[in-house]
Nanobody
């Protein structure tokens, strides 16, 4: 059984930093991609960053230069380092992973090659989320 458990959320002031973690179990972590998503109240879920098994990364334009996605294969843990946080970053943050390798390309296309709104519907496994609140 696959389990993804996020942690590290909290409340910070604008300009501050947080590091989110996602501990994965029951998943062949190093074989596929994983991603971070967020959903603010009243808004659609959106992709934030994805990382492929080779370490390549893609980011939403809104977080480029501020957020960094990384992974520790030995610990089966995904991270999202968030710097220079803004009030508009306030949302519930989720990590997710797909069953099929083909889903990985969707994230790369949507965030990197041909940027478009993307909510990660191709991903199958989701954590319970961790809340990030940024005050001005």
């Amino acid at each position: 059984q696959v389990q993804l458990v996020e942690s590290g959320g909290g409340s910070v002031q604008a300009g501050g930093s947080l590091r989110l973690s996602c501990a994965a179990s029951g998943y062949t972590y190093s074989s596929y991609c994983m991603g971070w998503f967020r959903q603010a109240p009243g808004k659609e879920r959106e992709g934030v960053a994805v990382i492929d098994s080779d370490g390549s990364t893609s980011y939403a334009d809104s977080v480029k230069g501020r957020f960094t996605i990384s992974q520790d294969n030995a610990k089966n843990t995904l991270y999202l380092q968030m710097n220079s946080l803004k009030p508009e970053d306030t949302a519930m943050y989720y990590c997710a992973a797909p069953i099929f390798r083909g889903a990985c390309m969707e994230g790369v296309q949507a965030l990197g090659i041909h940027p478009r709104a993307w909510g990660g519907d191709e991903y199958n496994y989701w954590g319970q989320g961790t809340q990030v609140t940024v005050s001005s």
